[in-house]
């Protein structure tokens, strides 16, 4: 069974650009989480989603991100134009209806 | 609020040696999850446990091994006999035992086993 899948591993924006970052969970997994992990700060809840649904984004800056879990094709996180402060990991992670999170192996965003 | 505090930035031991990782949290939930993931150099992050608050029963797995304690709210992690695989960034974290289950980290520990 595969693991939670990322894509890409590393990605490198301009000021101003676009980041689009991909997610694919665990086989029968419908539970999809986004965190991000700053320098200094940890790894940060970020949002939350189901099929479809985005259940809980209270984490997420509410200007320039966001994120959707469609029917059919993988999460994807958007930052619209990304400034230096975005540079970070972002992992997803994924479950069943339990309640153990698997983690993907992250994105690493780097903003010149 | 949930909080979760992981008070040692860093540990540098020998291998060989045993180690403990402290983890302390704060929750009003009455029933919760806790958790320990570890960060290798290579950067993903791998699960290692899951604890209910309902029980407190300590675990063992091979070299390591778990200490919940409701009492005083901590979530102890030993590593024995210390491998350099062991070198990693180890985070404890707490999650509500309902199907949101976002998780609250620590900040980590970083482990540096040194041969």
């Known amino acids: 069974n595969a693991g939670v899948m990322q894509n890409p591993r590393h990605l490198v924006r301009r000021r101003g650009q676009e980041a689009r970052l991909r997610c694919s969970p665990m086989k029968g997994h419908s539970h999809v989480y986004w965190y991000r992990q700053l320098p200094e700060e940890g790894l940060k809840f970020m949002v939350y989603?189901?099929?479809?649904?985005?259940?809980?984004e209270s984490g997420m800056p509410k200007e320039r991100f966001s994120a959707e879990f469609p029917k059919e094709g993988p999460s994807i996180l958007r930052i619209q134009q990304v400034v230096r402060g975005d540079s970070a990991a972002y992992f997803c992670a994924s479950k069943t209806s339990a309640d153990t999170q698997y983690f993907g192996p992250g994105t690493r965003l780097t903003v010149l | 609020a949930q909080k979760v505090t992981q008070a040692q930035t860093e540990i540098s031991v020998v291998e060989k040696e045993d180690v403990t990782l402290d983890c302390v949290y704060e929750t009003r939930d009455t029933t919760y999850y806790l958790f320990w993931y570890k960060q290798p150099p290579s950067g993903e992050l791998v699960f290692l446990i899951r604890r209910n608050s309902f029980d407190e029963q300590n675990e063992i797995s091979g070299r390591y091994s778990w200490n919940f304690q409701k009492s005083t709210s901590s979530f102890n992690f030993t590593i024995t006999a210390s491998q350099v695989v062991d070198s990693a960034v180890y985070f404890c974290a707490l999650s509500e035992a309902s199907g949101y289950s976002t998780l609250t980290f620590g900040k980590g520990t970083m482990l540096l086993v040194s041969p």
């Open positions: 989603l189901q099929k479809e649904n985005i259940i809980d």
